[in-house]
């Protein structure tokens, strides 16, 4: 051998085979003892739980705290104007006051209002001179949505007519129905209970 040979062979990288992939990945899964994996089973775990909880949020309890109390007052005071301009007219101002409880209503019940006022109610009062008021007590929500409302009120009516001078009072309580349109809350249903 010569020096030139022995310096050469001294330069040669080491050829010896390095682990392969496969003898890499073994030595890789020794590595992991049972407490890692649990660890990372349990680590998953609280990430699924803490998406589940995001989604949670997000999809139910974020809408309900979109109406607050103003919301809720705002719907109680529609109800009760409503529901006084609708139980509340007079033979003398019968157009003004139907026209009044119409502004407060909508949908199908407003279309029922419209001809029940007209057929039923306006040649009534016309006829016996009735005239009717009506003073909310109570008033309470019941259901509260972004776009809709239930309110349940207790209501005290009286009404006087040529047959019947003397004040009558009537009370009964009424679950009214609101829809939210335009920014406005109006009756959709008004059903006594």
């Known amino acids: 051998m010569t020096a030139e040979q022995t310096s050469v062979e001294q330069q040669k990288p080491d050829e010896s085979p390095g682990p392969e992939p496969l003898e890499r990945r073994r030595a890789w899964l020794h ?20 998406g589940l909880l995001a989604a949670l949020f997000v999809f139910s309890y974020r809408p309900d705290r979109e109406v607050d109390a103003q919301a809720a007052g705002a719907a109680v005071s ?18 003004r006051d139907f026209s009044s409880a119409r502004s407060h209503l909508t949908g199908e019940f407003l279309s029922y209002y419209d001809q029940f006022t007209q057929q039923i109610v306006a040649p009534a009062a016309k006829r016996k001179s ?45 679950l009214v129905k609101l829809t939210k349109a335009n920014g406005k809350w109006l009756i959709s249903s008004f059903d006594p209970v």
Do not use: M
């Open 31 to 50: 590595k992991l003892t049972p407490g890692k994996v649990v660890v990372a089973v349990v680590g998953l775990l609280v990430a699924a739980a803490l």
């Open 78 to 95: 529609a109800a009760s104007d409503g529901a006084i301009a609708i139980l509340s007219y007079s033979p003398d101002t019968l157009d």
């Open 130 to 174: 009735v005239r009717t008021s009506a003073v909310v007590l109570r008033a309470a929500i019941s259901e509260l949505h972004p776009d809709s409302a239930v309110v349940l009120l207790f209501v005290n009516q009286t009404t006087q007519s040529a047959d019947r001078p003397e004040p009558a009072l009537t009370s009964s309580s009424v």
